[in-house]
Nanobody, 123 residues
Framework: QVQLEESGGGSVQAGGSLVLSCIYSGYTTRPYCVGWLRQAQGQGREGVAGIRGSAQAAYAPSVVGRFTLSEDDAKNTFRLHLNNLKPEDTAMYYC?????????????????RGQGTQVTVSS
């Protein structure tokens, strides 16, 4: 079983940047599928970015060119770099992992998830 813990959320103004980090434990190597999803208040979950195996990361259309998913296997960590943030990016962000998945952007269905970190973007 994978344990996940996020950090790095906060409040920024539109156009600002944040880096979210997720430390995983319970696996000696990165789980096959990892990623990030978000949930705004009153809305459903949205897969934001994900990696499946050794493939390149996949991104939701709403964040392409602004968000980047990176890995730091030496530290059992993967990160989401959020740039040019918009008020509509305001949400609780969760990292997630699964030992198998059909799609990198199926993050909302990954079996293991952290507790979440809040990102608030003001205009």
């Amino acid at each position: 079983q994978v344990q996940l813990e996020e950090s790095g959320g906060g409040s920024v103004q539109a156009g600002g940047s944040l880096v979210l980090s997720c430390i995983y434990s319970g696996y000696t190597t990165r789980p096959y599928c990892v990623g990030w999803l978000r949930q705004a208040q009153g809305q459903g979950r949205e897969g934001v970015a994900g990696i499946r195996g050794s493939a390149q990361a996949a991104y939701a259309p709403s964040v392409v060119g602004r968000f980047t998913l990176s890995e730091d296997d030496a530290k059992n960590t993967f990160r989401l770099h959020l740039n040019n943030l918009k008020p509509e990016d305001t949400a609780m962000y969760y990292c997630a992992a699964d030992p198998s998945c059909f799609s990198a952007l199926g993050v909302s269905n990954f079996r293991f998830r952290g507790q979440g970190t809040q990102v608030t973007v003001s205009s």
